[in-house]
């Protein structure tokens, strides 16, 4: 501050007596910015306060304080998931299909009375052995679910049509794998508060650990804007869903030992 | 799952009787009822909130049951069992034995209950005590008595001995988080200038200071007061003020406003709770309560609730020398550690016992 204000010009002494003493305080209140002047003069004393209304940051810490990050828990099996998806159910209206991505086959599920029950599954032949670290992801629009060495096409909402086949393994194509978690361990969303981003991300433990994911404006600034959402095991995988708004992530319980499939959201909470 | 909560004494007639109890019943309101109105009454149906009361044994206990189609979601605990009538000490002791899940703690008592291992979560300071010099008493008319009494005591002892540092010293109405001026009055004591000040009182009177029967921290915090009166030679002695004596100065259970005649002391303690985290709507709340004790009622409110207004009113206040601020207290609640997602209610907020949740794999027992 005296570099500043000996760069506008005004000049530093030291004190003399009698003359007028200044005293700055830059303070604030539940509302306000507040700067407080108090000007001692002998015995006299001014104040004089200068506020300026905290809006624009009340209301980014309003905003950050109602997002709620929540997880619904869609699936879960003792066999290891790389992928999921819910899909419309081209046979039936209003119903959905769940789609289980395993290292070996594609499953699918339909939802009747409260439960899913296995409709269909495709084993996925392979070239070579299945790698410890074996990764997958399902593209639900593109009708695709890849795997290093195999990948299953079809019409997802009409299981009958899907195919499965073994296919060589490009150069780079290994989903590269760190610490037990795949390095995508971001996925953006649309906020559903502001319209700004917003970046999911898992925690960085490998896979004999518990999880968390948090979330952030972006990838950069590292201060979470929500309460994380804890997990008893290691996430696996973490993708941004089709409707941009949620996140589908795989994780394994610990505890259990079962691999589970949820979906995470964001809520504005108000 | 049921989650216990043991609180003050919560019979009507005492509340009436006792702002703070009142003040607990307003909590208790908080979970019965959906809405406030704009003065900050509770409005519509009991039950409209996120639970329904389903027993009540005045001045024993009551239980509380989820309310399942509470507008904003059914509470996850489905019931509240709440025991009236505990000691703080018996409150701090249940918890230390699980035997409830939820308590408030006097400040006082924090440090005492964490070091026994109790989980232990307080607040800002919100809560005001502070002196009155009671209107109509001859005795304090006079502007160097008051101002006198005023600078002999010594608020950081209050605060470190009395609160065990649960607090903070008070010199302003409001505290420095919410109004961000409180830095600007002083809270030192200055026994050698109320020394000076009493000196040129004649005649010296002698003066009775009151606080709450019921009240421990008031008591300790008047003897205090009358021990650094003492050393500044200020004639200054503490007087209980029974329940009956409050109640008459209430004009009875059904009046709201206190007469300060009906009160056999020059002056007294009195608890300020804020309303709001807003310094002009604690403010204006603090005025209208102190007004006919201190015969305030005159005190220009804030004109504006920017914190230059706030300021000059709370300054005029305090410069007509009635009202005494000593120190700020935190609200403080211990927590058994099954509790889970546990928000600090900020000032003039209910306990957010409807979003609470009970860890069944924590053993308590």
Known sequence: MVEDLTGLGFSMTQKLPGEAQLQLTLSESAEDYVWVAEIRHGEAREVVIVSAVRDLVEKAGARKASLTLQRKLVWEQDERILDFALVPDGNAAGASILVVLQPDKIAFYDHRAEAWHLNREIAIPHARPVQRNVGGRIDPQAGTATLVDGVCAGDFQRPETVTCKSVPSAPGADLAMMQGSIVES?????????????????????WTVRDFIQAYEDKNQREPIAQPIQFPGPILALWPAEDGKTARLVSRNLQTGAYEASIVSVSCGD | MEIGAIIHSLDPAVAAANPEEAGAKGELDALLYDRRSENGDFVGTAGSGPFRLSAWESGKSAVFAANEDYREGRPFVDS???????????????????????????????????????????????????????TGRGTTENV??????????????????????????????????????????????????????????????????????????????????????????????????????????????????????????????????????????????????????????????????????????????????SVVPLVWLPQVYGLSARVRDWKQPAAGEGWPLADVWLDSTTDVH
Request: glycine fraction near 8%; include cysteine; charged fraction near 20%.
């Open chain 1, 186 to 206: 971001d996925a953006a969303l649309a906020s559903t508060c502001s319209g700004s981003p917003l970046m999911l991300s898992t925690g960085s433990g490998d």
């Open chain 2, 80 to 134: 509240i069992e709440i025991q009236m009538g505990r000691s703080a000490h018996d409150r701090v002791l249940d918890l230390e034995l699980n035997k409830a899940d939820f308590a408030q703690i006097p400040a006082e008592l924090a440090r005492q209950a964490a070091d026994r291992g109790v989980r232990v979560s307080a607040s800002r300071p919100n809560e005001l005590l502070a002196l009155v010099f009671l």
């Open chain 2, 144 to 321: 160097r008595v008051r101002e006198a009494i005023a600078r002999s005591i010594n608020r950081a002892a209050i605060v470190n001995f009395i609160l065990q540092k649960e607090g903070e010293p008070a010199g302003g109405l409001l505290p420095q988080w919410s109004s961000g001026t409180a830095f600007l009055f002083s809270t030192e004591a200055d026994a050698r200038g109320a020394k000076e000040i009493w000196a040129q009182v004649s005649p010296s009177p002698k003066l009775v200071l009151g606080y709450d029967s019921a009240d421990t921290l008031e008591q300790s915090v008047a003897e205090r007061i009358v021990v650094d009166a003492k050393e500044a030679g200020i004639s200054l002695v503490s007087r209980a003020i029974s329940a009956s004596e409050k109640a008459n100065a209430h004009g009875g259970s059904e009046g709201p406003t206190p007469h300060s005649e009906a009160i056999h002391a020059d002056a007294r303690l009195v608890r300020l709770r804020m309303p709001s985290p807003l310094p002009s709507v604690s403010l204006a709340a603090f005025i209208d309560r102190l007004g006919p004790l201190a015969g305030i009622n005159g005190s220009p409110l804030p004109k504006s609730a920017s914190p230059e207004d706030v300021y000059d009113s709370e300054r005029s206040i305090i410069n007509g020398g």
